[in-house]
């Protein structure tokens, strides 16, 4: 990681600030399985404490830990919304369990995979866009050089930073982050703590 630290702070005077006032790098991984993509499929759009309790439900109803495609398919739809899960929430992660029951989705071989791949072979999944392969690259298979372009904090962290006139659009974003390769996770993860209070 002290590679990395060193690359974007030789590369990007403004980052190399925001890495001095942040400090030592702390990124929290998951393991690239099923349920984690069943997580970020819950947590969409909603707030992390009622988010983690719907969670909880689903994984208690489902009786499995961690879940698994069978697991989830084993219950009714109907029990599902009982834990909280919305029609169309409950649809996606059904969606996505059959995907990876009928080994259209391997969670065994995504690492094994580029990542353009990845994104293609996971937003096969209904509700499952761009923005959250991003994150599971980022965050599951700990991918290096992932640039998150359709992230609001990224986008909003960038307009303060390098002081823009207006949100940065995808192109304008990978300009900036060019000289970040092959590092961008690790840049990205640095805008979103200087947008945090902890971290300023």
Do not use: C
């Not at 030789?10 to 925001?18: G, K, M, Y």
């Not at 790098?25 to 969409?44: G, M």
Request: proline content about 6%.
């Amino acid at each position: 990681m002290r590679k990395a630290i060193n690359h974007l702070k030789r590369t990007d005077p403004v980052l190399a600030a925001i890495i001095e006032r942040v400090g030592p790098y702390k990124i929290t991984y998951s393991e690239p399985i099923f349920q984690t993509l069943v997580r970020s499929i819950v947590y969409q759009q909603l707030n992390g404490n009622a988010a983690s309790t719907i969670f909880g439900r689903l994984a208690a109803a489902a009786k499995a830990d961690p879940l698994t495609p069978e697991s989830i398919l084993k219950l009714r739809p109907a029990r599902m919304r009982t834990a909280g899960l919305s029609k169309q929430k409950l649809t996606y992660i059904r969606d996505l369990a059959r995907l990876a029951k009928r080994g259209e989705v391997d969670f065994e071989h995504l690492a094994d995979l580029e990542d353009a791949v990845v994104i293609e072979q996971l937003t096969r999944v209904k509700g499952v866009g761009v923005w959250t392969v991003h994150m599971f690259l980022m965050f599951a298979l700990r991918r290096p050089d992932v640039l998150p372009t359709g992230d609001y904090g990224i986008r909003a962290a960038m307009k303060k930073a390098y002081g823009l006139a207006e949100m940065p659009k995808p192109d304008e974003m990978a300009r900036i982050a060019a000289a970040w390769r092959p590092y961008s996770s690790v840049a990205s993860w640095y805008l979103w703590r200087s947008l945090d209070n902890a971290g300023a």
